[in-house]
């Protein structure tokens, strides 16, 4: 029983390590590319730039990666115009609506909003994210009650497979106390 537990627990965890993994890999990948190509820099609308940016609630500081990634082909992104679309374009991102869309999508939050709308928007979006940590946690469930049925249909000693069907039952009813949680905070939804 106890190499059993000791095969699970690494299981668990190599499954674990390799999600960890291909997530870092993801997000290296992300982080080295440009803002903007050549093209775009060359034909580039600063206020449309700006409002995009403002619109997808990239931070103030999103201009500096334009400059450096600009800068390559020789040209300055107009920071007046690229700022006034910016302001017209957070004042779409910045709306509780969007917020709690943000949150359930479990996209981050990059300190874009002003202060003025920044409460607002934290309040709708936490409640967003509660939402999709909730679905993340059932898939979680899900995943792990399907690893241990296939286990469970593999093992033919009798105490091992008391051991599964017990580990099964707990998730069941972990899995229907997540669906309850989830179940209200969809309720808290239309509030």
Not at 34 to 53: I, V, Y
């Amino acid at each position: 029983m106890a190499n059993y537990l000791v095969f699970l627990s690494s299981y668990l965890l190599s499954q674990y390590i390799r999600l960890s993994t291909l997530l870092t890999a993801a997000v290296i990948a992300l982080s080295g590319c440009a803002s903007m190509s050549e093209q775009e820099c060359l034909t580039a609308n600063w206020f449309d730039q700006g409002f995009r940016d403002g619109r997808s609630g990239q931070p103030l500081s999103r201009i500096a990666d334009h400059q450096k990634a600009c800068a390559k082909v020789g040209v300055k992104p107009d920071n007046a115009l690229y700022f006034q679309g910016r302001d017209q374009g957070i004042q779409i991102y910045c709306t509780p609506e969007n917020a709690l869309a943000v949150g359930r999508l479990g996209q981050p939050y990059r300190n874009a909003c002003p202060a003025s709308l920044e409460q607002q928007f934290l309040m709708s979006y936490e409640k967003g994210k509660q939402h999709y940590e909730a679905e993340l946690r059932i898939e979680a469930l899900n995943r792990d009650t399907r690893q241990l049925e296939l286990l469970l249909r593999a093992e033919d000693d009798k105490e091992k497979r008391r051991y599964l069907r017990q580990n099964i039952r707990d998730l069941d009813w972990e899995r229907q106390r997540a669906r309850e949680e989830q179940y209200y905070l969809e309720r808290r939804l239309g509030d």
